[in-house]
């Protein structure tokens, strides 16, 4: 069975850091893409970074790119979401989803789209304060 657990989330004053992990378990990363979203209340689901972590390619939404830093560890079976200078407008429940990379076309803004995933992790709470 596929599973996705998300962890790390808190509480954070605006410019501090976090560092999210997912965690899967029932597959191994090769062949996948792994993805982070996140959902403000009353907002739509944002698709913010993905990886490949067979090959290590990496997309960033512009609302997050030079701040936030995505990465993988094929041994652990872990992505983590390295998230700085954090300002209110990242306040959100953060998700990481997999899909399978069929064709080995690492096609970065198409897998920032959330209907793009297959599974789904349960999300953790990100707040910050000014």
């Known amino acids: 069975e596929v599973q996705l657990a998300e962890s790390g989330g808190g509480s954070v004053q605006s410019g501090g850091s976090l560092r999210l992990s997912c965690v899967a378990s029932?597959?191994?990363?090769?062949?996948?893409?792994i993805g982070w979203f996140r959902q403000a209340p009353g907002k739509e689901r944002q698709g913010i970074s993905c990886?490949?972590?067979?090959?290590?390619?990496?997309h960033y939404a512009e609302s997050v790119k030079g701040r936030f830093s995505i990465s993988a560890d094929n041994v652990k079976n872990t992505v983590y979401l390295q998230m700085n200078s954090l300002n209110t407008d990242d306040t959100a429940v953060y998700f990481c989803?997999?899909?399978?990379?069929?064709?080995?076309?690492?096609?970065?803004?198409?897998?920032?789209?959330?209907?793009?995933?297959?599974?789904w992790g349960q999300g953790t709470q990100v707040s910050v304060s000014s």
């Open positions: 990886i490949s972590p067979k090959n290590t390619r990496t």
């Open positions: 989803a997999a899909r399978r990379l069929w064709s080995n076309q690492f096609d970065g803004p198409r897998f920032l789209e959330d209907y793009e995933y297959e599974f």
């Open positions: 029932g597959f191994t990363f090769d062949g996948f893409v």
